[in-house]
């Protein structure tokens, strides 16, 4: 059965370059975690469709090691049938049978961001807009420590929640978005980093600011800031540690299980003043892309015109497995040429 309510998250991204007429401009930091991320957008689509496959069999083999079967239950069934609304060239839109709402499945990890980003990026651009303050990556680290996941995710935003107390800060910044990104080094040690989407009032020199985080830290000085000369791209870049907040594939039992013990604990959020904006916004209908593409893609059925070719939708039903070859067959045929073998 399709579930109608799902429809409104699930505009595929296949969707909206062309609509949006212009090209996301990829933002790049300094950090090496980027150029894998980079090298991620470099996939294909039937590539990077196959592997959220693999990662949901890994994980959910996991999970029956673990004797969590309900779990490992509905990661096979999330998204394993689709109703997918296609031209036979382009996807207009994918609505799952199922969606599993487990933080580490991949399928809904993406629903997760693109939902994220429908939410705060018509706030952002506004604040910007209202407060005068351009938005900055900021990425902050702290030392390496024996602990577990959760006591390093604590003593991180604990720091960060110093940094913000200090008169510096106060002065600098007001407000934005943090998320936070776990990774594993070959020590079994974690590494946590947080990654804020600040609003700048105006230039400081970066080394003040190194000294405000050792000051709240008490023994790291490590960060990077760059500017954000596209908030769209900005807000993607940090979302994407929502969606996929670790490694998965190296992931092993003890890891999955660890990580089920961290259930409420959040990924994503607001501060300062920007949190309080937040509150009080209303989006408007009109000026805002995003909501514009959502309704756009949530009004299409089966007859209307492709968005990108106007040739006729069709709905089309695949199983999971099906799914990378259907991207993989869009992809392998030439421009102007429907495929026709799935009609
Ligand atoms: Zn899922
Ligand atoms: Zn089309």
Redesign the pocket.
Known sequence: MIQPTLSTDLITSDILPVLSKSKVARHTYLDNRVTKSQRENRRTRSQRARERLQT?EHLSRLAVGLGEVELAD??QR??SRLSVLTCGRHIARII?N?????RL?????R?RSRKLQSKYLPAMRAFMLHRKVTPVHLVLTQTHRKENRKQSAKRIKDSFTRLQRRGFWKEYFKGGTWSLEFTKDKNGLHHTHLHIIGFRRKFFDIELLRGEWLAATGDSHVLNLKPIKDIAAGLQEVVKYVSKPLDIRRFGAADLKEFLGLKNMRMFGTFGEFRDFCKGFEPSDNNDAMSELESLARDLVEGCACPQCSAPLFDLRLSKSELPQFYEQIESSPPGKVGTSWN
């Open positions: 949901k509905k990661l999330c998204h799952p199922f969606t599993c709402e487990f499945c991949p399928d809904c990890g629903r």
